[in-house]
């Protein structure tokens, strides 16, 4: 079967330093897979090079066989969180809706059918009754929920989402684990730039371990072992050892935010 | 209604009135993309390119001039991104930079212009601050041919638009040309700047810019009511000032519309249902007390 992303030799500079080095991943088809590694090792650069967000000095993508810039509409993405002003004048429902918007044409307005498959996708993520709220006026974690709706009304076939745990409460934290497990029974690939160690073997079948190189990708049980994630974290990973809850199957969270 | 009647009186007020509807509207993406100050290094940028179309055309008809306006904005907006791209000055810096360096080229062209024999004629000066009262009918014409095509661009493409300026990174992703509608963007703003250059002048113009959106986004969520109450609060306000203006001998109507704008503006910010202060500060005091009651 055709792995639903390949990355071959992707490397981004952001002006003499590399902040991804000849970084090659392979998502098989239908898991849910982590990227993990410290701060400023290039996870969130990953997924944006992947998208074409940022410009690569090298490599290139292919989503399900075929060259990234052919198949956009079967990729979803959800940005971080705090990367918009959620003070524009806009509602949920318009937000979500905005997930159509690839397949709208330059002539069509969005109509009924964005409006169904906005409310749809709202349900998913039990944000109906906010649907017409302004999106300043949400919790962090609802917001969360909308930025994951509007990916949802994409109808995608492979997701990628930056940090969609960062700050949540424990009930969106829920609701997007749920997402993401409906998601992956439905047979779509999900990748996730996570930061939380300690839940990736249960939230996840796949990691990748990024420190600017990539370190070790592949089932958690046979890659998230304490020699890679030391390789990956290097000296921090002592505090894993300090916490004394030792072993692999449940490493501390990374240090700093 | 005298204003709307004696002919000279008409054009100002309906002039003015244009002037604050088109660029109060279009200045909502100039606030909400958070370029509010590049719509005011560019309104600076515009006066050498005034002076320099009258120079190299020897004309003095709007047109000619505002194009020459429009050209030194682009070239300013331009210059700025090389400037935030190519080096390591932060964007405030290169502002600064770019507004003093346009201003002042453009005011020595002015003082030169000054010893010209036609300069007199011209009477290049009234755009450093506006000149309402010279508005004739043909420059309303001009200010249409120029706000016109950027209204209709916004109104065309403005799903795009909306998701460009909300979140410009998932705009990208879906496959939009995003960087052609930046540039789309910045010549609409372009636009909206040089139509009040006549009336209001390049330095207050900004505030015709900014301020009607940043009163506007007080009163409503949705960017479309948004969009309408800006236009119309630029209208508004420049049809008050149009009125005050013609109640004093010597009152200058373009800096007398840009108070009234400010005086909409203030109220707007205190006033405003949900997100005005002084709204934000009953409800607090209300909520204190029932809770004492409770």
């Known amino acids: 079967m055709l792995p639903a992303v390949e990355i071959e030799d992707l490397t981004v500079a952001y002006g003499d330093k590399p902040a991804l080095w000849d970084v090659d991943l392979r998502v098989p088809r239908g898991v849910l897979m982590a990227i993990v590694g410290p701060n400023g090792a290039g996870k969130t650069t990953l997924l944006k090079a992947t998208l074409g967000l940022v410009k690569a000095a090298a490599g290139n993508v292919r989503i399900l066989g075929r060259p990234y810039e052919q198949q956009r509409r079967l990729v979803a993405y959800v940005p971080q969180r705090s990367s918009v002003d959620w003070d524009f004048p806009t509602t949920v429902l318009d937000v979500v809706m905005m997930g159509r918007y690839g397949q709208l044409g330059w002539l069509r307005r969005p109509g009924r059918a964005e409006h169904e498959a906005a409310l749809a996708a709202l349900a998913q993520v039990q944000l109906t009754d906010f649907a017409h709220r302004q999106i300043g006026q949400l919790s962090g974690g609802q917001q969360q929920r909308v930025f994951l709706a509007r990916a949802l009304a994409q109808n995608a076939e492979v997701y990628f989402m930056d940090e969609p745990f960062q700050g949540v409460d424990a009930v969106t934290e829920r609701a997007i684990i749920h997402i993401l497990r409906d998601l992956r029974a439905a047979g779509k690939t999900v990748v996730v730039v996570h930061h939380d160690l300690q839940t990736v073997p249960e939230y996840f079948d796949q990691v990748a371990l990024i420190n600017v190189r990539r370190i070790a990708a592949g089932p958690v049980r046979e890659v998230f072992t304490e020699a890679n994630l030391r390789a990956t974290y290097g000296g921090r990973l002592n505090i894993l050892g300090a916490n004394g809850t030792g072993g692999v199957a449940t490493p501390a969270p990374a240090p700093g935010d | 209604m005298e204003l709307f009647t004696d002919y000279t009186l008409r054009n100002v007020t309906l002039g003015s009135m244009l002037l604050g509807a088109i660029s109060g509207l279009l200045g909502c993406f100039a606030v909400l993309r958070r370029q509010a100050l590049l719509g005011d290094a560019m309104s600076h940028a515009a006066l050498p390119g005034i002076a320099l179309a009258f120079l190299l055309t020897g004309q003095r008809n709007t047109l000619t001039l505002l194009?020459?306006?429009?050209?030194?904005?682009?070239?300013?907006?331009?210059?700025?991104?090389?400037?935030?791209?190519?080096?390591?000055?932060?964007?405030?810096?290169?502002?600064?930079?770019?507004?003093?360096?346009?201003?002042?080229?453009?005011?020595?062209?002015?003082?030169?212009?000054?010893?010209?024999?036609?300069?007199?004629?011209?009477?290049?000066?009234?755009?450093?601050?506006?000149?309402?009262?010279?508005?004739?009918?043909r420059d309303l014409w001009a200010m249409l041919a120029i706000g016109g095509p950027a209204l209709a661009l916004v109104l065309f493409f403005w799903p795009q638009i909306k998701l460009i300026s909300f979140d410009p990174d998932f705009a990208h992703s879906l496959g939009l040309p995003v960087r052609r509608f930046e540039i789309l963007l910045t010549g609409v703003m372009v636009a909206a700047i040089v139509i009040g250059l006549q009336t209001v002048g390049v330095v207050l113009m900004s505030a015709m810019l900014i301020a009607p959106a940043v009163a506007a986004r007080q009163w409503?969520?949705?960017?479309?009511?948004?969009?309408?109450?800006?236009?119309?609060?630029?209208?508004?306000?420049?049809?008050?000032?149009?009125?005050?203006?013609?109640?004093?001998?010597?009152?200058?109507?373009?800096?007398?519309?840009?108070?009234?704008?400010?005086?909409?503006?203030?109220?707007s910010l205190l006033i405003a249902p949900e997100r005005g202060l002084l709204w934000r500060r009953f409800r607090l005091v209300r909520n204190r007390w029932s809770e004492d009651a409770a």
């Open chain 2, 67 to 137: 194009i020459g306006a429009a050209i030194a904005a682009l070239a300013a907006a331009l210059w700025l991104l090389a400037i935030v791209r190519a080096t390591r000055i932060k964007d405030d810096a290169a502002l600064a930079f770019i507004l003093a360096i346009f201003f002042g080229f453009g005011l020595v062209l002015l003082s030169h212009l000054q010893r010209h024999p036609n300069a007199a004629q011209a009477g290049l000066k009234s755009f450093l601050f506006g000149q309402a009262a010279a508005l004739v009918e």
């Open chain 2, 220 to 267: 409503t969520h949705r960017l479309e009511t948004m969009a309408l109450l800006a236009g119309g609060f630029g209208a508004l306000a420049a049809f008050i000032g149009a009125w005050i203006s013609t109640l004093g001998e010597g009152m200058a109507t373009g800096p007398v519309i840009v108070l009234t704008m400010s005086v909409l503006t203030a109220l």
